[in-house]
């Protein structure tokens, strides 16, 4: 993807160095347990991206992923705010080429959905990155690198630490800047969601509903990020290179759910997706590519 001569965002935080994010993890109602002893269970049957399935969905609604419940119990902790290193976002995004392109995807996933919600007469608040290493805080608890990237919609901002973008490649065979960009802008999807509201109403709707009732929610809330995703590729289309949208889909089937169980070597639970298959991130990812319109990516109508 050619973004060499895009600017990068002024909306970039940089915790990288700071030493951590201790103190700053989930609170209160439902007993929560140890973030370590979660990882290390999860992390033993999954891997990286698994993790991201259970804990990423998690804080996209704001939701204490390890409190019980079926997924709607539990309140986030206090919400303070997380260290930086002192770096500007033009120091941050200066550090090394991966940090570079990172922020002008975010750079350029902002111009594109500001002028989307200008067309419809709305105002577009933009999202932060922050970067972290290994470990960092945010407002929707401690962050660490086997997270995966996410999105915390309490304070607006996604989390990324680079790292990530060698385990896509080497672990999951996702190589490529568009599978990169894919990852930023498929947080921008939840962004999006929360500002127009909708995340709320379905975070509404999961605390009425089963646990797979829940995690059926969930799975259409993280395919419209995967379709939103498309859009903004759509409204990039000259920037796209040959093989960008290959390097798409494949970072989309890799990390599906029933691919990510299989690899697991356990047999597909429907009932236990949160983020759809391979052949459904696949499919909205491409959706959004080939409209270029966020109105194609209601995936509360109708079946998936």
């Not at 972290?132 to 962050?143: D, F, P």
């Not at 391979?278 to 209601?298: F, V």
Request: proline fraction near 3%; include cysteine.
């Amino acid at each position: 993807m050619r973004l060499d001569d895009y600017r990068t965002s002024d909306n970039v935080e940089d915790q990288r160095g700071t030493g951590g994010g201790g103190g700053l993890g989930f609170g209160g109602g439902g007993g929560g347990r140890g973030l370590g002893l979660i990882m290390s269970l999860i992390g033993s049957k999954f891997g990286i991206v698994g993790i991201i399935v259970v804990i990423g969905g998690a804080m996209l609604l704001g939701i204490n992923p390890f409190a019980g419940g079926g997924g709607t119990g539990g309140t986030i902790g206090p919400q303070r705010q997380a260290a930086t290193n002192g770096n500007s976002a033009e120091q941050s995004c200066a550090v090394d080429a991966v940090s570079r392109f990172s922020c002008q995807v975010l750079a350029s996933n902002e111009d594109t959905w500001n002028a989307i919600f200008q067309a419809s007469g709305e105002r577009f608040t933009p999202a932060r990155l922050v970067f972290y290493s290994n470990q960092g805080q945010s407002g929707c608890g401690a962050a660490q690198s086997a997270m995966g990237p996410f999105y915390c919609p309490s304070d607006n901002r996604i989390y990324l630490d680079t790292e990530f973008f060698s385990e896509l490649q080497n672990r999951f065979n996702a190589a490529g800047d568009f599978a990169q960009a894919y990852v930023i802008a498929h947080e921008m999807g939840h962004h999006i969601q929360t500002i127009t509201g909708g995340a709320d109403k379905i975070r509404a709707a999961q605390q009425r509903a089963s646990e797979a009732e829940g995690n059926a929610l969930q799975v259409r809330m993280e395919l419209q990020a995967d379709c939103y995703a498309g859009v903004w590729a759509a409204h990039n289309r000259d920037r796209l290179e040959p093989g960008d949208v290959e390097e798409g889909m494949t970072a989309a089937n890799a990390i599906g759910d029933d691919t990510l169980q299989k690899a697991a070597g356990r047999r597909p639970v429907p009932e236990s997706f949160t983020h759809g298959t391979s052949a459904q991130r696949m499919q909205w990812l491409k959706r959004g590519i080939e409209t270029g319109d966020p109105a194609q990516c209601d995936t509360f109508a109708g079946t998936l």
